[in-house]
């Protein structure tokens, strides 16, 4: 049983930060390539940053320089340190998980940025 759970998320200021956490079990942590998503309201879930099995990483334009993606295999956890937090940044942030060829979610955590 595959389980993704996010953490961390929450209200804060324009231009605070916040760091969201995603703890996997149920899966082969350090073979799986780990992913942050958001879903704003009426809008398209986006890719926000992604990092490989590798550690390898990459970023959507509007979060290079802003924010980073990193994982603890000892934990079975991906991390998004996000900074200079903008309103536009606020919406539900979604863990993903690609591992084996299949593709898993967690429930979502709500950032709400304003003032």
């Known amino acids: 049983h595959v389980q993704l759970v996010e953490s961390g998320g929450g209200f804060v200021q324009p231009g605070g930060s916040l760091r969201l956490s995603c703890a996997g079990s149920?899966?082969?942590?350090?073979?799986?390539?780990m992913g942050w998503y958001r879903q704003a309201p009426g809008k398209q879930r986006e890719l926000v940053a992604r990092i490989t099995i590798g550690s390898s990483t990459n970023y959507a334009d509007s979060a290079t320089g802003r924010f980073t993606i990193s994982r603890d295999n000892a934990k079975n956890t991906v991390y998004l340190q996000m900074n200079s937090l903008k309103p536009e940044d606020t919406a539900v942030y979604y863990c993903n998980a690609v591992t084996a060829g299949s593709d898993y979610w967690g429930q979502g955590t709500q950032v709400t940025v304003s003032s």
């Open positions: 149920g899966i082969i942590f350090r073979f799986s390539a």
